[in-house]
């Protein structure tokens, strides 16, 4: 079983995500553990102070160390535990990136996650010692880390065994997922016929084999239209 540490000065912006959404299947299925630590329980003094001014001036507060390394040290991790921040100058978070988390990549996989999520001005840089990766959802500026780690940790969660419906090919035809990698076909449903708009005549067709090779070839079609970066090169 997978477990997560989420470390933050905010906690309770995860409540309604762990209780509302597929992560809470997944720890029901028993998928997962997911835990949010809050930082604030290694504050300093008595006002439980996580942040300070920087050294050598400048606009916001700077998270301190001293609670940073406490709560992870707190989690208990081991040699196999990958330790993510979030942060704008980490790599891009991708759909590899959660399978690998997850244990569907040919990588050794993690049994225990804990993520950092920053706030304020950012972190004091010799908090980046703890990291074992450090991850951006994308080219701009929160006000924090916990959405970034909440869109991680769903992303990751999903992919585990048991989790979605389908089996494993629920997530490897999906868009970015592993039989392809780029995007997926347009699906339709009932009715055949909505406001002039028809499903196209194939899918109602029951030629499987017909059809397999029109969502190839859509799917082909949507990557290049619209994220040729995501084709073989």
Same mark, same amino acid.
Request: hydrophobic share 40%.
């Given at each position: 079983m997978l477990r997560i540490d989420i470390i933050s000065v905010q906690p309770?912006? !995860?409540?309604?995500?762990? %209780?509302?959404? *597929?992560?809470?299947r997944a720890v029901k299925k028993g998928a997962c553990e997911v835990n949010v630590v809050d930082l604030r329980d290694f #504050? %300093? #003094?008595k006002w439980k102070k996580v942040d300070d001014k920087p050294y050598g001036g400048g606009p916001g507060m700077l998270m301190k160390c001293g609670p940073w390394f406490e709560a992870v040290e707190s989690c208990r991790p081991d040699a196999?535990?990958?330790?993510i921040m979030t942060s704008p100058a #980490?790599?891009?978070?991708?759909q590899r990136d959660a399978e690998t !988390?997850?244990?569907?990549?040919p990588l050794p996989s993690p049994d225990h996650l804990i !993520? @950092?999520?920053?706030?304020?001005?950012? !972190?004091?840089?010799? *908090?980046?010692? @703890?990291?074992?990766?450090r991850y951006s959802i994308g080219d701009f500026v929160m006000t924090g880390g916990e959405l970034a780690a909440a869109a991680m940790v769903d992303a990751i969660v999903r992919l585990l065994p048991g989790v979605l419906g389908g089996g494993p090919a629920a997530t490897a035809s999906e868009t970015f997922g592993r039989d392809g990698g780029g995007l997926e076909a347009p699906q339709y449903t009932h009715p055949p016929e909505f406001?002039?708009?028809?499903?196209? %005549?194939i @899918? @109602?067709?029951?030629?499987?084999?017909? *059809? %397999?090779?029109?969502?190839?070839a859509e799917a082909r079609r949507l990557t290049e239209a619209n994220r040729p970066d995501l084709l073989p090169s």
């Open positions: 309770q912006m !995860f409540r309604g995500f762990l %209780e509302e959404s *597929i992560v809470a #504050g %300093e #003094g196999a535990t990958r330790v #980490g790599k891009t978070f991708t !988390f997850a244990g569907l990549a !993520f @950092l999520c920053g706030h304020y001005e950012g !972190f004091d840089a010799r *908090i980046e010692t @703890l990291a074992t990766d406001r002039g708009m028809k499903v196209p %005549e @899918l @109602l067709s029951g030629d499987h084999r017909k *059809i %397999e090779a029109w969502r190839k």
